[in-house]
């Protein structure tokens, strides 16, 4: 069974440029989360999606963060513009569904973002 | 406020003894608790759970006891092994105010299981 997939796995830009994270979740999963993790902190829950509907997003900061899930599967996370403090990992999650307290999400690598 | 703590940042074992790392929370409604192991630049995989109507819950070598009075929960690994050596973060499962469980995570201990 193939994992959740990111791209790009690193990324630098200078401040006030855009970026965009990609994130393909386990096939059939249909709760998708995408988390912040700054260094030395513990993953922060940026948007949940079950499947293309938005469920959480209280922590996005929608000023400058936007995210989708096309037809409930795949999901983009663009910053624009980019601060210094968006120096993350930016980590994706899937679960078979949210509905359960032991539902087990599965993360990907993550993507590194550095911002100059 | 950080609602899932986790006190120790680092933590370093001999190999073949025992290690436990902590984890309080502060939230009475949290009702089930997840431990997850990262290396790096990997993402975080899976470890154990446990409950809130359970106070252990064991798998080979990894126990995990929830004490629910205190609202601590602890992870044991018996006998360490150097590649346990990575991150352990411990995560509530929220009861769901939108239909939807969500996870808070504390801010992980790093395990480091010398040889």
């Known amino acids: 069974e193939a994992g959740v997939a990111q791209s790009p796995r690193y990324k630098i830009i200078e401040k006030r440029q855009s970026v965009a994270f990609w994130c393909n979740p386990i096939s059939g999963h249909a709760t998708l989360y995408w988390y912040q993790q700054i260094l030395g902190q513990g993953p922060k829950l940026l948007i949940q999606?079950?499947?293309?509907?938005?469920?959480?997003d209280s922590q996005l900061p929608k000023d400058r963060f936007s995210a989708e899930r096309l037809k409930g599967v795949d999901s983009t996370l663009k910053i624009q513009p980019a601060k210094l403090e968006d120096s993350a990992v930016y980590l994706c999650?899937?679960?078979?569904?949210?509905?359960?307290?032991?539902?087990?999400?599965?993360f990907g690598p993550g993507t590194r973002l550095t911002v100059l | 406020d950080q609602q899932v703590k986790q006190n120790s940042p680092s933590l370093s074992v001999q190999e073949g003894r025992i290690s436990i790392l902590n984890c309080d929370y502060t939230n009475s409604m949290f009702d089930y608790f997840l431990w997850y192991k990262k290396y790096p630049a990997e993402g975080p995989t899976f470890l154990i759970s446990i409950s809130s109507i359970k106070d252990k819950n064991e798998d080979g070598r990894f126990t995990v006891f929830l004490n629910k009075s205190a609202k601590h929960l602890s992870l044991h690994i018996v006998p360490s092994q150097p590649g346990d050596s990575a991150v352990y973060f411990c995560?509530?499962?929220?009861?769901?105010?939108?239909?939807?469980?969500?996870?808070?995570f504390g801010t992980g201990t790093r395990l480091k299981v010398l040889a």
């Open positions: 999650a899937s679960s078979f569904s949210a509905r359960w307290e032991n539902n087990e999400q599965f």
């Open positions: 999606f079950q499947n293309n509907g938005v469920v959480d």
């Open positions: 995560a509530a499962s929220v009861p769901p105010t939108s239909g939807t469980y969500k996870y808070i």
